[in-house]
């Protein structure tokens, strides 16, 4: 994108962003429920830089970064709701570090899990080798901190 258009793009307001990027969004060939969580993730938790990623980058609609914004939300819902539970679960367990460690791990896992369900989706991209390197790179920080658990 030139700088005349990100400064156009500036001079939005976060509303109208929002309304943009939920157009982006309805327009999008996902899936109904991926939609909501985008929508909700906009609404509720994304900032304006985020925003304005999902909706335009050097001109064009921003695919990728909605199936991986997508991919995200669902990992990081799996990972709160296994990791949410945890502190009540290890509340009277002997070793409380061991057990916290064991359900970050293993929420961890399932938020790596759950990104690689949604890596398959970068084929329906412009650029699937970008998407895909995306992915992988998120991946590995994702299994990085898993051994990082472990260890602790």
């Known amino acids: 994108m030139d700088k ?5 793009l500036d001079r939005l307001s976060t509303k109208n962003l929002k309304t943009i990027a939920a157009f982006c969004i309805y327009e999008s060939n996902l899936e109904v429920h991926e939609k909501l969580s985008l929508l909700n993730f906009i609404e ?10 999902l909706v335009i980058i050097e001109g ?4 990728t970064s909605i199936i991986i914004a997508s991919a995200l939300a669902a990992g990081n819902k799996a990972y709160y709701k296994i990791y949410a539970g945890s502190t009540q679960a290890c509340r009277e367990e002997e070793n409380k570090k ?6 970050k791990v293993k929420a961890l896992s399932e ?6 369900k949604h890596i398959g989706r970068c084929s329906q991209t412009v650029n699937p080798e970008q998407c895909n390197k995306t992915f992988s790179n998120t991946i590995k ?8 658990a472990r260890v602790m």
Do not use: F, M, S
């Not at 005349?4 to 156009?8: D, K």
């Not at 064009?60 to 695919?63: A, K």
């Open 141 to 148: 920080k994702i299994e990085q901190q898993i051994i990082n």
């Open 111 to 116: 938020k790596r899990n759950e990104l690689r």
């Open 44 to 53: 509720h938790a994304a900032n304006r830089k985020q925003i304005t990623n």
């Open 60 to 63: 064009n609609l921003l695919i």
């Open 98 to 103: 061991d057990c916290l460690k064991q359900y």
């Open 4 to 8: 005349n258009n990100q400064g156009n």
